[in-house]
């Protein structure tokens, strides 16, 4: 692999992968700038990796970026390419509602911003230990950055998230996604609604939520649910609908 030093995001990129390295750190580069005002942002490795290479580091299926904090490193890993197979499901998904706003693959590459926003999370001490929680927080985070470093992207992810909360998946309680049961399509729907419902917030909100989870650092699943009702009230009702009527 090849090795592309950096103070701030370091790569290491398979065979053949510099040049999509390169792209991908400077989209975080700018997501970076954005979240720099707030609390002090940690070096952050990307990898990005050929299916090979992928299998000998990693014990999950090739195709889906993804973060992981261990030993207080943080990274975050990538497709070099995206394989068919992984197209296929998200074409298949998403048929019934017609073209997409934007390809699949300009999405994924999209949304590795959100797993750049899991590792702040990590690094801030804002993981609640409730999945749905943390994705809703991740989400919210993710589109801030976004909004204020690129905000044509922003207007990008949310129109496809618009278009993904047309989606009219099986499962659709909070209890249900917190115990990972469900597809392709719920997956999507879920984080629709959660960044649509962030996008609420900080139309209304501004950063107030960011600025109240860190100063109430490190979170947990009940101060982070009394966060996000103290901030908005009507979340509640939000929550509800989900079937969570208190504190988890």
């Known amino acids: 692999m090849k090795a592309l030093p950096h103070p701030h995001i370091p790569v290491f990129a398979s065979e053949g992968g510099v040049l999509r390295a390169e792209s991908l750190r400077d989209y975080l580069l700018e997501l970076r700038e954005a979240y720099t005002p707030y609390a002090p942002v940690p070096p952050v490795t990307l990898y990005v990796l050929s299916e090979r290479d992928w299998q000998t580091l990693v014990p999950y299926p090739y195709g889906l970026a993804f973060q992981r904090s261990e030993g207080g490193r943080l990274s975050l890993f990538a497709p070099l390419t995206y394989p068919e197979r992984l197209l296929h499901r998200f074409r298949e998904t998403l048929l019934p509602l017609g073209p997409p706003p934007m390809e699949i693959p300009a999405f994924l590459d999209l949304n590795l911003g959100h797993e750049y926003a899991h590792a702040l999370q990590a690094a801030w ?30 207007a990008s992810l949310l129109a496809f998230c618009r278009y993904l909360s047309r989606l009219e998946p099986e499962r659709r309680s909070l209890s249900a996604y917190e115990r990972r049961r469900g597809d392709l399509k719920s997956a999507l729907w879920f984080q629709a609604q959660f960044t649509l419902k962030a996008q609420e917030l900080l139309e209304t909100k501004g950063d107030s939520l960011l600025k109240a989870c860190l100063e109430a650092a490190p979170l947990d699943r009940k101060k982070g649910h009394g966060l996000l009702l103290a901030l908005d009230p009507e979340l509640k009702a939000w929550f509800a609908a989900f079937g969570l009527k208190g504190a988890p």
Not at 132 to 152: C, H, K, S
């Open 125 to 154: 001490r804002l993981r609640t230990g409730a999945r749905w929680l943390d994705e809703f927080l991740a989400n919210y985070l993710f589109l801030l950055g976004l909004a204020r470093a690129r905000p044509d992207l922003a």
